[in-house]
């Protein structure tokens, strides 16, 4: 029997083509044949339906026999494009929508630079024939999109990070996905309620006065802030109390899922009403800030605009009830030691990625006021936080002196042609032309390549023999002595990969969007899918259950 596989309307970018029709052979065991609306596959499988529902790329799919499908991917999409409704009653035949959307259910609660299309997991999924109850690592979880995805797809989940924030955000996401969707318009309905009471008659625009200041926060209003000297930097008084007001509301909550939950939705929208230029990934203060801003007005429209995507999602799309997914705060360079202390699971079917790479974003920096007025960090933590995480940016004369001496001598051991790589950049420098970011670039990047490798180190001892391991990494520029260097990071991660214990099985080029818009002249509009594989040893033991 023959399925038509139909396109979305949206525009693909051209990997995005060449992974659906790679999909579609990994599923159905079957050479697709190109048509003017997308594919076509002969099968033999009486079970196609529930095939075709796994695809990512596809709209819907229709048999000879006239049997139509509606993956569950874009029913996901179409629930966050307001397209579900027509497609659920029947008035179209699939799901209709002008762009992809990448924020559908939980993935819109909170921006998270950086983050890889969720899309993206699924069709690795079935590019590597995951089965449902496999079990997926993901040793840089960020803000939880490969868990989410676990959940959806009916495979378990651990993603571990050492940023608080995204953390606090995977974990949000999660209980998102399976809140009773009573609890969520109960509890945001009362929260809304109560914060629109304590505003009436206001204007937010005017700073308050003393009196105002009481009606809104109460006059213990400042207790409700941690790092409170710090944000005063950053907000304005009257918005602080603003602040102080929601997340008093939201403690009076007596569910702790939605707690998180809200308090992760008031972060989102922090930078929109502080000091900061918000586009800004730099510390940048806006030029004419306003006295006040409607921050509560703001946080509520805001709030009922994601339930309502959120609930959508869910009449359209359940996921398995069965599932295990958990985020874990740790260190990836001690993941063995994290995993073994926390996780339900020690091994893993396959490990999903999107690393960091050599000085790309300083996501401590840029998301310190949630960091700060969620009280997950002390703000005289920030910079050294900011040092602890791999592929940061930030770093002491004293750490570039030790770095610098690592680099010589290749204490850490990285494959001659790295090490090579790196002793160029380092040789290429020039004090006289050179700022200190640039003078950092060959510690920091020689830094880099070690800590990786030893989150591979511990990675391949949490697969089992011969698991895949698929990362998702960008490339960037750097100029050293007026010379320009391509940081090929996939490339020289999968030398770093091969001498610890892994071998390359494929590697894809996804030319993609430019991720970050401000102040990134050094990215590359491309990423990479290096697709590797544990090589057995003997001195693997793990069973294969």
């Known amino acids: 029997m023959k399925i038509d596989f139909f396109w979305h309307s949206y525009k693909y970018l051209p990997y995005e083509r060449k992974l659906a029709k790679r999909e579609l052979m990994a599923l159905f065991k079957s050479l697709p044949v190109s048509h003017p609306n997308g594919f076509t596959v002969k099968i033999n499988d009486p079970s196609w339906q529930d095939i075709a529902k796994r695809v990512t790329y596809f709209r819907g799919a229709i048999a000879e026999n006239g049997e139509r499908v509606i993956p569950r991917q874009a029913l996901l999409e179409a629930s966050a494009n307001g397209g579900i409704q027509d497609c659920m009653t029947g008035f179209e035949a699939f799901p209709s929508s002008s762009r992809q959307s990448t924020r559908y259910s939980a993935h819109g609660i909170h921006e998270y630079r950086g983050k890889f299309n969720p899309q993206i997991v699924r069709a690795i999924g079935n590019l590597l024939n995951l089965s449902p109850g496999d079990w997926i690592l993901d040793p840089f979880c960020g803000s939880g999109t490969t868990l989410l995805e676990t959940a959806y797809n009916g495979w378990n989940g651990i993603g571990l990070d050492i940023n608080p924030l995204g953390i606090e955000i995977a974990k949000a996401k999660l209980a998102a996905l399976r809140a009773p969707s009573d609890d969520l318009r109960m509890f945001s309905a009362k929260l809304t309620q109560n914060l629109n009471h304590l505003i009436i008659d206001l204007s937010l625009e005017s700073p308050f006065d003393a009196q105002q200041k009481v009606q809104v926060g109460g006059t213990e209003w400042e207790d409700m802030l941690p790092n409170l000297d710090y944000l005063r930097a950053w907000f304005t008084e009257s918005v602080l109390v603003q602040l102080a007001a929601i997340l008093r509301a939201i403690e009076e909550i007596p569910e702790p899922a939605m707690r998180a939950i809200f308090r992760i939705v008031l972060s989102n929208i922090l930078r929109d009403v502080s000091l900061q230029e918000p586009a800004d ?229 996804l030319d993609t969007y430019q991720r970050y818009s401000v102040h990134q002249a050094n990215s590359i509009r491309t990423e990479t899918m290096l697709i590797l594989e544990v090589i057995p040893d003997a001195s693997q033991s793990h069973s294969a259950d």
């Open 281 to 509: 990934l730099r510390i940048r203060r806006r030029k004419s800030p306003p006295p006040n801003v409607p921050v509560i007005p703001l946080f509520v429209d805001t709030l009922v605009s994601w339930i309502e995507n959120l609930l959508q999602a869910q009449q359209c799309f359940q996921p398995a009830s069965n599932t295990v997914q958990k985020a874990i705060l740790g260190d990836v360079r001690q993941a063995v030691n994290v995993i073994s202390k926390t996780s339900p699971r020690q091994i893993f079917s396959a490990a999903i990625t999107s690393p960091p790479y050599v000085t790309a974003l300083p996501y401590i920096d840029t998301q310190r006021l949630s960091l700060a007025i969620l009280g997950l960090i002390n703000a005289a933590d920030i910079r050294t936080t900011e040092r602890q995480l791999i592929g940061n940016r930030e770093i002491t004369n004293r750490q570039r002196q030790v770095w610098e001496d690592a680099l010589r001598e290749n204490q850490y051991n990285l494959p001659i042609e790295c090490w090579q790589f790196c002793c160029e950049l380092a040789a290429a420098v020039n004090p006289e032309k050179d700022g200190f970011r640039r003078q950092n670039k060959p510690a920091l990047t020689y830094q880099y390549f070690s800590e990786m490798a030893q989150m591979f180190e511990q990675v391949k001892c949490l697969l089992r023999p011969s698991a895949p391991f698929v990362l998702v990494v960008g490339s960037n520029r750097t100029k050293l002595g007026g010379r320009q260097f391509v940081i090929d990071t996939a490339h020289w991660l999968r030398t770093v990969a091969e001498q610890r214990g892994f071998r390359q099985v494929e590697v894809l080029e």
